[in-house]
Structure formats: C-alpha cells, structure tokens
C-alpha cells in the first residue's frame, strides 16, 4: 500500500503528538530537586509573594543550596510506612529529611538560589 504525501504528514503530525503526550504525562512525575533538609524558617505570610516559609536544602545532585519557598499554595506530602503519600504540613520539615520537591518556574540567579515550591513529599527514611 503506497501512502500519499498528505497521508504520511498526517502519520507523523498524530506520532509526534502521541511522543509528546507520553512526555508530558511522565515529565511532572520526576522531582525537579531531590536533597537533605539543612534548615527551615516559618514566617507570617509574606504579602508579596505568598509565602509562608522557606526550606534550605542541600541538592543530592551537584552539592549546592537551594533556598525553597513555601507558599501557601504548596502541597507538602510525607511517605508513611506502606509508601502511601499523606498530606501533611510544614511542622514535618525537619532538618536532616530527605526530600523531593516540585518547583514553578527557574530559580533565581541569587546565593543561594531561591524557587517556589509546588509540591513537596518528605521521604520516609528506611529502618
């Protein structure tokens, strides 16, 4: 079966579009930073930009700080025992847990580099 110029772009056109689905589905599962908790600080809502706190971690990947808003928008999880997600508050962030967190948008040119939280899960640490 020979297919026609128009046919084979419509192939490629719905291909490309399957790929990107399949990315898009996959891409906002994986961390954008995953680190130890060095410190953290608990404020009155900024204003501003939301915020009701910062976490200071540690990145596991290229050993730099980051500075992670918390806003009130930020969905902070924790893995119990089973390795469910429970929802859970910014009391859990303790320094020295190991957490992966979700972030809107790039993180400022600052020292440390600051960014907004989108959803944080504190790691369950093995026994």
Known sequence: MKLTPLQM???????????????????DQL????????????SSSNITNNSIGTVYIQDETNTTNTSVIITKNTKIYKENSEN?????????????CRIE????????????????????LIKRTPK
Not at 103 to 120: C, H, K, L, M, Y
């Open 31 to 42: 961390p954008d930073i995953t680190g130890v908790v060095m410190g953290n600080t608990t």
């Open 101 to 120: 967190v979700n972030t809107i948008g790039d993180p400022t040119n600052t020292i440390p580099p600051q960014i907004v939280a989108e959803r944080i």
């Open 9 to 27: 772009l419509a192939i490629l056109v719905i291909l490309a579009g399957i790929a990107y689905g399949t990315y898009a589905a996959t891409v």
């Open 84 to 96: 469910q997600q429970v929802e859970t508050n910014m009391r859990d962030l303790k320094k020295g």
